[in-house]
């Protein structure tokens, strides 16, 4: 630590990080003493001179330091990895089914900018910092370890650091195999469904984790229902409408690669009777369905980001609120829907307005069943804010009375 970098904050600046989160911004940064390397650990001080913590710096990016400890005496060493790694591990043990799950979220597991996900006896890891990156050998031998002392064997590793934000880090984006390459297709089994997951191919790491046990609460609405399943991607929501013992489901997306997997993954399943995929524009059908007077028990809206910055908070609102009117207008009389945003620009302030002018819209009445946020394995860590991204909303749908 002696010949360690420091960094020191303006006065009045700081506010993330004392109040629990990871981030320091390049505008909060009063100077840097000391010589460094991007991606080195540095410590940080308040303009007081007040020690803060230790974390890793990249002048490159506007998210300058990322922190590793808020205890400045404490090493970013092997152990402290291996410490991070073995909590993580053990807290999905006490709240997820961990045969496919996210064993490590970034900031929310104090690992910030690495994400890394298990689908049955591979590991998926997206790496976004340059700091993280640097750890990224450790932390993965060391997990590879802490599962195998549970009877866990990974028989391969790939990389999906192919995200866009990697560039604001000065690093390439990159997707390869760590280690000796495998089938990148694996079949994985989540609340009863069957999935063949593309780790290489798929969106994201492979497959949307973080809705495990929303898709599950839905099954009990399901049973004998007829349902629309929109931005379906791979099929998950329809599935387990139709492993409930759905009549009829019918999943729609724009996406021919991502249908042409959910059309497999209903064979998979024996599902293929009662439950078929569409490639379409679901923003354009929703209005047609709508004119053409279609009713469903039971509508789920599933649509991806519609937006990832604040200045398009505006825009997204509008795209959320066409396709909740016409959602609600497609529920049949105290038929049930489902809808979220997986934003975390689109709080849950906005998004709840949001519906509440839809319903207005809609001339519907809604009775709300639940509101959930994205699966335990995604823990929201109440002080970094960007840890909490996914809302969840089911409702009853009455006509006005």
Known sequence: MQNEAVVILKKGEGRTIKSGGAWIFDNEIDKISGDFTNGDIVAVQ????YPMGRGFINTVSKITVRMMTRDPEQEVDEALIEKRVRNAWKYRKDTVDTSSCRLIFGEADFLP?????????????????LGID?????ILDKLKAVLAEDGVTIRGIYERSDAKVRTKEGMERYKGFIGPEFDTEVCITENGVKYMVDVKDGQKTGFFLDQKYNRLAMQKLCRDAKVLDCF???GS???????AGAKEVLGLDASELAIDQARK????NGL???????VDDVLERLPKMVEAGEKYDVVILDPPAFTKSRDTIKKAAKGYREINVCGMKLVKDGGYLATCSCS???????????IADSARSAHRRLRQIEFRTQAPDHPILWSADESYYLKFYIFQVLEER
């Open 46 to 49: 308040d303009f007081d001179g």
């Open 113 to 129: 900018g690495i994400v890394i996900d298990k689908y049955e006896d591979v590991l998926v890891v997206e790496s976004l910092a």
């Open 134 to 138: 640097k750890l990224k050998p450790l």
């Open 232 to 234: 379906t991607h791979t």
């Open 237 to 243: 929501f329809a599935l387990n409408a139709g492993i």
């Open 265 to 268: 993954n209903a064979e998979l």
């Open 272 to 278: 293929s009777n009662t439950v078929s995929f569409e």
């Open 344 to 354: 975390h620009f689109m709080d849950y302030e906005t998004f709840t307005k949001v």
